[in-house]
């Protein structure tokens, strides 16, 4: 949904995705946007895939990164938890943005715009638990949000806007068809 709406904007778009040959929504979008749409192989888990997702990328000036991967990990209850399925999650979800912003500074610091957009959740907060549970979830989004807080302190005299994104509950694969939100709204207010 972002690189629809981005690519409806004028945007050019460089899209990472775990694995291009099954990103079945992103190809009639590439048909129609041509050059202005690029899709790279990316698993923000691995180190490898990430540099070379940023040497590919890389290569003029980034205005604007979305980190948008993310797990949801087993939701399990304190007596369940699931610790390799915790290290994933955290993987993905904490480490994976700080990868990829990392790897990418060299194109985003040549870049008009220098904007770094990390999508979290709300069940990252620890004011709003009131629920408990989702351990390797709610704990890799609080590590997002406190990664995301020290990297906007650390790029701010570049000029950097690092931003942290709530999406809502969104109808997607992780948040279920229950979800009270699309899709498209969801990304049309972040990107405002």
Not at 67 to 87: F, Q, T
Not at 120 to 147: E, F, H
Request: contains cysteine.
């Amino acid at each position: 949904e972002f690189v629809q709406q981005l690519l409806l904007r004028g945007d050019t778009v460089e899209a990472g995705v775990r694995s291009p040959e099954g990103a079945r929504r992103l190809e009639p979008l590439k048909q129609k946007a041509g050059n202005r749409l690029r899709i790279h192989a990316l698993d923000v888990g691995d180190d490898a895939s990430v540099r070379a997702f940023a040497t590919n990328v890389c290569t003029g000036p980034v205005d604007v990164l979305i980190n948008n991967a993310g797990v949801s990990g087993l939701w399990c209850a304190l007596g369940d938890v699931d610790y390799a399925d915790m290290a994933r999650t955290f993987t993905i979800n904490a480490l994976g943005p700080l990868r990829v912003t990392n790897a990418m500074l060299p194109g985003l610091r040549q870049g008009a715009l220098r904007r770094v957009a990390h999508v979290t959740s709300r069940m990252g907060s620890l004011a709003a638990n009131t629920d408990g549970g989702a351990y390797a979830y709610r704990m890799s989004k609080v590590a997002l949000n406190m990664a995301v807080r020290s990297m906007s302190t650390d790029l701010r005299p570049e000029g950097f806007v690092t931003v942290l994104l709530h999406p809502g509950w969104v109808q997607t694969d992780m948040g279920g068809p229950d979800a009270t939100l699309p899709a498209p709204d969801s990304v049309r207010g972040m990107l405002r």
